[in-house]
Nanobody, 115 residues
Framework: QVQLVESGGGLVQAGGSLRLSCAASRTIFSVSAMSWYRQAPGKQRELVAAITSGRTTNYADSVKGRFTISRDSAKNTVYLQMNSLKPEDTGVYYC?????????WGQGTQVTVSS
């Protein structure tokens, strides 16, 4: 079945930038949306950003103006450009894809923002 693999996480200083990538092992047909979630230690997993097949985007209030989600359908890849990072952005970031058949999740990639 389809696998989502995240990459691009790491350690960065506050104010820095990272770009996360999520590559699907093969094309997911009839995808309605792809998104990024994150989970900080001791907290619930939260939606960070989403993009529909029509390229409509949605962002959590906490990241608006700093993060940008995009897709490259030809590469079966979704990206999350993260700028002006804050320590509060620290957590495991998960890629998500929704289709009529099922919902897919990546394994997660760690993002750590130091003060």
């Amino acid at each position: 079945q389809v696998q989502l693999v995240e990459s691009g996480g790491g350690l960065v200083q506050a104010g820095g930038s990272l770009r996360l990538s999520c590559a699907a092992s093969r094309t997911i047909f009839s995808v309605s949306a792809m998104s990024w979630y994150r989970q900080a230690p001791g907290k619930q997993r939260e939606l960070v950003a989403a993009i529909t097949s029509g390229r409509t985007t949605n962002y959590a209030d906490s990241v608006k103006g700093r993060f940008t989600i995009s897709r490259d359908s030809a590469k079966n890849t979704v990206y999350l450009q993260m700028n002006s990072l804050k320590p509060e952005d620290t957590g495991v970031y998960y890629c998500n894809a929704v289709s009529p058949a099922r919902t897919y999740w990546g394994q997660g990639t760690q993002v750590t923002v130091s003060s």
